[in-house]
């Protein structure tokens, strides 16, 4: 059973940036952040696939491309999150999720292959 624990989010104002961190207890193939809104559903946002030597393969949701980035510490076992140019739609809790894989399954299903998820942090962005 591996535990998921983020941290880092908070409140901000538009245009500032965030980076959140998602520890894992124990190793994990593929790992990816969530978002869920309020009143929307579950968003996948981002993907992180450490294949062989150290080398991650990398995706990011179209809705936040350019302005988000994935990246992963091997020895430390943590995820981060590098939110810049925030907006007040990206205001949510973000969770982050992991599973054990041969590739990163579909983050546009709302999470549903994911076996692992954290309790999430909550991102506000104000005007």
């Known amino acids: 059973q591996v535990q998921l624990v983020e941290s880092g989010g908070g409140s901000v104002q538009v245009g500032e940036s965030l980076t959140l961190s998602c520890a894992a207890s124990g190793y994990m193939a593929c790992m990816a952040w969530f978002r869920q809104g309020p009143g929307k559903e579950r968003e996948g946002l981002a993907t992180?696939?450490?294949?062989?030597?150290?080398?991650?393969?990398?995706s990011h949701a179209d809705s936040v491309k350019g302005r988000f980035t994935i990246s992963q510490d091997n020895i430390k076992n943590t995820l981060y999150l590098q939110m810049n140019s925030l907006r007040p739609e990206d205001t949510a809790m973000y969770y982050c999720?992991?599973?054990?894989?041969?590739?990163?399954?579909?983050?546009?299903?709302?999470?549903?292959?994911?076996?692992?998820w954290g309790q999430g942090t909550q991102v506000t962005v104000s005007s």
């Open positions: 992180f696939y450490r294949s062989s030597g150290f080398k991650g393969v990398l």
């Open positions: 999720a992991a599973v054990e894989a041969q590739s990163c399954p579909s983050i546009t299903q709302g999470g549903a292959p994911y076996t692992y």
